[in-house]
Nanobody
Framework: QVQLVESGGGLVQAGGSLRLSCAAS????????MAWFRQAPGKEREFIVA????????YYADSVKGRFTISRDNAKNTVHLQMNSLKPEDTAVYYC??????????????WGQGTQVTVSS
């Protein structure tokens, strides 16, 4: 079992930055691929970024490529999402997920409760 707790969301102006964190419980954190998804009001939850257990492979959605960076610290059981050059369309609830490294929701078994990110224009 893995429990995930996100933090770091908030309100930021367009062009600004935020850093999300996800703290994981469990001894096998490094064996999991970790990902961030987001869900805007009235929309499906969408993949944005994932990182392999060792941290050497990362996948990014085109919508965030070049602006967002994922990283992980296996010694601290944490994964981070650095978000720069934020746009109003980045407004969503952001979810941390653990599972098999992939870009689809069904490959992730464990989910956090989400953290709200709001970008004002």
């Amino acid at each position: 079992q893995v429990q995930l707790v996100e933090s770091g969301g908030g309100l930021v102006q367009a062009g600004g930055s935020l850093r999300l964190s996800c703290a994981a419980s469990g001894r096998t954190f490094s064996s999991y691929g970790m990902a961030w998804f987001r869900q805007a009001p009235g929309k499906e939850r969408e993949f944005i970024v994932a990182i392999s257990g060792s941290g050497d492979i990362a996948y990014y959605a085109d919508s965030v490529k070049g602006r967002f960076t994922i990283s992980r610290d296996n010694a601290k059981n944490t994964v981070h999402l650095q978000m720069n050059s934020l746009k109003p369309e980045d407004t969503a609830v952001y979810y941390c997920a653990a599972g098999r490294l992939a870009t689809t929701r069904n490959d992730y078994n464990y989910w956090g409760q989400g953290t709200q990110v709001t970008v004002s224009s």
